[in-house]
């Protein structure tokens, strides 16, 4: 049975730093590619980055980049999601959702979510 269980969220203040994790189970890394989305209240929901399945290709929201970076390791099974410089824009419900293949979707399984807050 194919399982994503989020970790990593909390209460962050502007500038802050938090790692999110994407624990897999039930699938190998090696076929999906992974992608963390986010949703704010009253929001859409919206892509913020990807890692391919084999790891070499990574993409990110313009609204993120040079302050997010995505990785996995393939060994843990787990893909994490490094956050710096975080804004208050940045809060939302965060989610990852793997694919079969190397491109990120969202017609794949999905996690619970992990609530980020950033907030003074």
């Known amino acids: 049975q194919l399982q994503l269980v989020e970790s990593g969220g909390g209460l962050v203040q502007p500038g802050g730093s938090l790692r999110l994790s994407c624990a897999a189970s039930?699938?190998?890394?090696?076929?999906?590619?992974i992608g963390w989305f986010r949703q704010a209240p009253g929001k859409e929901r919206e892509g913020v980055s990807c890692?391919?399945?084999?790891?070499?290709?990574?993409n990110y929201a313009d609204s993120v980049k040079g302050r997010f970076t995505i990785s996995s390791d393939n060994a843990k099974n787990t893909v994490y999601l490094q956050m710096n410089s975080l804004k208050p824009e940045d809060t939302a419900v965060y989610y990852c959702?793997?694919?079969?293949?190397?491109?990120?979707?969202?017609?794949?399984?999905w996690g619970q979510g992990t609530q980020v807050t950033v907030s003074s």
């Open positions: 890692i391919s399945s084999s790891g070499a290709s990574t």
């Open positions: 039930g699938f190998s890394l090696d076929y999906y590619a």
């Open positions: 959702a793997a694919t079969y293949g190397s491109r990120c979707s969202t017609g794949g399984s």
